[in-house]
């Protein structure tokens, strides 16, 4: 499979192939000594030339990427035409119960939405501040807000269940 990504106002062509248990992985052109496990919900451990990553994945309903590793936080857009035709102007969004899960460690500064508030996709249910910077967690669908699990001042860690959108 091969993805052209627009980070950080680059493109980069990525190229994905399977060789029997690993992934070959090449990055304009030139492969790269990398492998990848999912540990978690959108959270993956990354080895790339022999130094490891955690990376957090969370994705946007206007088809982009946030990439959380460490202190960075890079947004991505994969520009695939096959793939990712429908998420890129909001077209595809998350369907039934969805549980919004913090992508990083950090602590509630405030919420937004209350249990029963009817939510768009992309609006704002929480702030989590990590690295002294402030995250917006948003809706991943239009829907409902069933349960708020966290309080204002509340530390989380990452891949825990904040909040529940039906």
């Given at each position: 499979?091969?993805?052209?990504?627009?980070?950080?106002?680059?493109?980069?062509?990525?190229?994905?192939?399977?060789?029997?248990?690993?992934?070959?992985?090449?990055?304009?052109g030139?492969?790269?000594?990398?492998?990848?496990?999912?540990?978690?919900?959108?959270?993956?451990?990354?080895?790339?030339?022999?130094?490891?990553?955690?990376v957090?994945?969370?994705?946007?309903?206007?088809?982009?990427?946030?990439l959380?590793?460490?202190?960075?936080?890079?947004?991505?857009?994969?520009?695939?035409?096959?793939?990712?035709?429908?998420?890129?102007?909001?077209?595809?969004?998350?369907?039934?119960?969805q549980?919004?899960?913090a992508?990083?460690p950090?602590?509630?500064?405030?919420?937004?939405?209350?249990?029963?508030?009817?939510?768009?996709?992309?609006?704002?249910?929480?702030v989590?501040?990590?690295?002294?910077?402030?995250?917006?967690i948003r809706?991943?669908?239009?829907?409902?807000?069933?349960?708020?699990?966290?309080?204002?001042?509340?530390?989380?860690?990452?891949?825990?269940?904040?909040?529940?959108?039906?």
């Amino acid at each position: 499979m091969k993805y052209e990504v627009l980070l950080g106002g680059k493109t980069r062509v990525v190229e994905l192939m399977r060789d029997a248990e690993k992934w070959r992985v090449s990055l304009d052109g030139k492969p790269i000594d990398a492998d990848a496990i999912e540990v978690a919900a959108n959270t993956f451990s990354v080895l790339i030339e022999g130094e490891s990553w955690e990376v957090r994945v969370a994705p946007k309903p206007d088809g982009t990427l946030v990439l959380h590793t460490g202190i960075a936080e890079f947004v991505a857009q994969v520009e695939d035409p096959r793939t990712w035709r429908g998420r890129r102007h909001g077209a595809m969004e998350a369907e039934g119960r969805q549980q919004i899960t913090a992508p990083m460690p950090g602590k509630v500064v405030r919420v937004l939405a209350n249990p029963g508030d009817t939510v768009e996709a992309g609006q704002g249910l929480l702030v989590v501040e990590a690295m002294k910077m402030q995250n917006e967690i948003r809706s991943p669908k239009n829907g409902k807000v069933e349960k708020i699990l966290v309080k204002e001042g509340q530390a989380v860690n990452a891949g825990e269940i904040l909040a529940w959108v039906d």
